[in-house]
């Protein structure tokens, strides 16, 4: 069966991450339940505070009727405990709630490009469901420049439900070309 195929490779991807493979693929198996297994993108992402690395790993599981998004994140212990611990959530987006699914491709040397290939440096998904904004302000102002009155603000709000980029440098030219394949796989399902 396939998506017994496709949730083997998931758990392969997971592990090549070396990150708490266990907990990571439990976290997602919950919100997957019995339900069929589209298709998936492993992104591990650390990050660099003072003296000390935190990894964050995020997981995209597309399903017939979801997007499933789950992160694992580690956390250094508050005093008086030592250690660390994980957290590990999971978000249930269905197909239909999601208005916008954007693709975007940094290709180096684009005049060596030619259509159908896969060369791509950098990919970033960035996808939108209404549960998050940001809003961006800044100070209005006219066009005398002698004018000294306050005009108020200007801004825009914008989607900020999800982001995810990759690198071929970083991330290898495989895993960038599994988010655009990704990617062009949830524009053509949350189209419908």
């Known amino acids: 069966m396939r998506t017994d195929a496709v949730r083997?490779?998931?758990?392969?991807?997971?592990?090549?991450?070396g990150y708490f493979p266990d907990l990571v693929e439990d976290t997602v198996t919950l919100a997957l339940e019995a339900e069929d297994l589209v298709d998936f993108v492993v992104h591990h992402e650390p990050t660099f505070s003072h003296d000390e690395i935190h990894r964050h790993v995020t997981v995209l599981a597309l399903t017939p009727t979801r997007l499933i998004v789950g992160h694992t994140d580690d956390q250094p212990a508050e005093p008086p405990n030592t250690g660390s611990y994980a957290?590990?959530?999971?978000?249930?987006?269905?197909?239909?709630?999601?208005?916008?699914?954007?693709?975007?491709?940094?290709?180096?040397d684009p005049e060596t490009?030619?259509?159908?290939?896969?060369?791509?440096?950098e990919s970033w998904l960035s996808v939108g469901w209404g549960a998050m904004r940001r809003i961006e302000l800044e100070t209005a102002s006219c066009a005398d420049p002698e004018c000294e009155a306050d005009h108020g603000y200007t801004g825009?709000?914008?989607?900020?439900?999800?982001?995810?980029?990759?690198?071929?440098a970083i991330d290898g030219a495989d895993r960038v070309n599994r988010l655009v394949r990704f990617a062009t796989t949830l524009q053509r399902v949350t189209a419908r």
Do not use: C, H, K
């Open 8 to 17: 083997r490779d998931l758990r392969s991807e997971i592990e090549a991450q």
């Open 87 to 108: 957290a590990s959530s999971t978000e249930s987006v269905p197909l239909g709630t999601i208005g916008t699914v954007t693709l975007t491709r940094v290709v180096a």
């Open 113 to 121: 490009f030619r259509s159908g290939s896969t060369q791509a440096d």
């Open 156 to 168: 825009s709000l914008a989607g900020d439900d999800l982001t995810v980029r990759m690198s071929a």
